[in-house]
């Protein structure tokens, strides 16, 4: 595995737009009128809840099995996920005529499942959190030599997630924020990393889940750390995260700050986001919004770009939270 001192993300970035670029969409950008006025100052909405499979995470899949080899792929490909990593492995093995293994935990949401199960993947239940399906799948891959596809933990997919922040430096002039999701830090240290590079001034934040604030604690202490976590509305930027990840270098490289939001503060992030504009989002989408929405004060004046990266939520819960 590479470590941080080597991965030079704006170059991982820039090739990683070339090699999905015929299969991802440029998602767009959406300026906010309500999270404007809050602020006195211009918001805009980076909506990559539109991607293909309803999440950033196609951008790093698709990189990461476009930058295999035949020989590679006909080994077979496995992979562990909350699920939308999962949704992404199985349209990315689409478009080579492949398919995967994906392991998820017994705590990913039935209504999830049954949306993997329809995109025609390998599922294997194990364990009971997100962490224990992963180091089962990397043991698996090693055992049985078959590739083993990092969600965050490889500089290929790293640069994937990063195109979201090569549109937005496209798409929105001036940006004074990115404020970002952060699970295992892919999109993260990605985008964040990438838009870093090309204006040094920007503040990049990432946000994660009180309940589950492994990113957060580890910057905090210096290292990566294991710690449990309990359940959360931002499921998908839930669980243990890699000892050796890159991403926890990276953070530290091109973050500015990592945050933590409660999940009644996530619930009502949701339910704006429906209420202002119409848009259905996952948990972990609304954290950005969430943060915002907590430190408006912080923001007074400025140009921020919230990335609203996925939108793949059960109904039952989704109308449980817009009618709370």
């Given at each position: 595995m590479e470590t941080t001192a080597v991965v030079d993300v704006r170059k991982e970035v820039l090739a990683a737009d070339k090699r999905i670029r015929p299969y991802v969409i440029e998602t767009p950008v959406e300026?906010?009128?309500?999270?404007?006025?809050?602020?006195?100052?211009?918001?805009?909405?980076?909506?990559?809840?539109?991607?293909?499979?309803?999440?950033?995470?196609?951008?790093?899949?698709?990189?990461?099995?476009?930058?295999?080899?035949?020989?590679?792929l006909d080994r077979g490909i496995i992979s562990a996920s909350t699920g939308n990593?999962?949704?992404?492995?199985?349209?990315?093995?689409?478009?080579?005529?492949?398919?995967?293994?994906?392991?998820l935990a017994k705590d990913v949401p039935e209504s999830r499942i049954d949306l993997i199960k329809s995109h025609g993947l390998n599922i294997v239940i194990y364990g009971d959190e997100a962490w224990d399906a992963e180091k089962k799948a990397r043991e698996v891959a090693g055992t049985e030599g078959k590739i083993?596809?990092?969600?965050?933990?490889?500089?290929?997919?790293?640069?994937?997630?990063?195109?979201?922040?090569?549109?937005?430096?496209?798409?929105?002039k001036d940006v004074d924020t990115v404020i970002i999701a952060c699970g295992g830090g892919g999109l993260l240290t990605g985008s964040g990393g990438y838009l870093k590079t090309g204006n040094p001034d920007i503040n990049v934040i990432g946000v994660s889940p009180e309940n589950s604030p492994i990113m957060y604690e580890s910057i905090?202490?210096?290292?990566?750390?294991?710690?449990g976590f309990t359940q959360t509305l931002a499921d998908t930027c839930a669980g243990g995260v890699d000892l050796d990840t890159i991403t926890f270098g990276l953070c530290q490289k091109y973050v500015d700050e990592i945050a933590l939001v409660s999940e009644e503060e996530i619930k009502n992030g949701i339910k704006i986001l429906f209420e202002q504009h119409r848009?259905?989002?996952?948990?972990?989408?609304?954290?950005?919004?969430?943060?915002?929405?907590?430190?408006?004060?912080?923001f007074e004046g400025k140009n921020v770009v919230?990335?609203?990266?996925?939108?793949?939520?059960?109904?039952?819960?989704?109308?449980?939270?817009?009618?709370?």
């Open positions: 300026h906010s009128i309500y999270f404007s006025e809050l602020i006195n100052g211009t918001v805009n909405l980076k909506l990559d809840l539109y991607q293909t499979t309803g999440s950033f995470k196609f951008r790093g899949a698709t990189s990461k099995i476009m930058s295999l080899s035949e020989e590679e990593y999962a949704l992404a492995i199985a349209q990315a093995m689409k478009n080579v005529g492949r398919e995967a293994t994906i392991y083993y596809v990092s969600p965050y933990n490889d500089p290929v997919v790293v640069g994937g997630q990063g195109t979201c922040g090569l549109e937005i430096e496209k798409q929105v905090r202490q210096g290292e990566m750390i294991e710690m848009l259905v989002s996952e948990g972990s989408a609304a954290l950005s919004v969430a943060y915002l929405l907590k430190n408006k004060e912080k919230l990335v609203v990266c996925g939108k793949n939520i059960g109904i039952a819960l989704f109308k449980s939270i817009i009618n709370s």
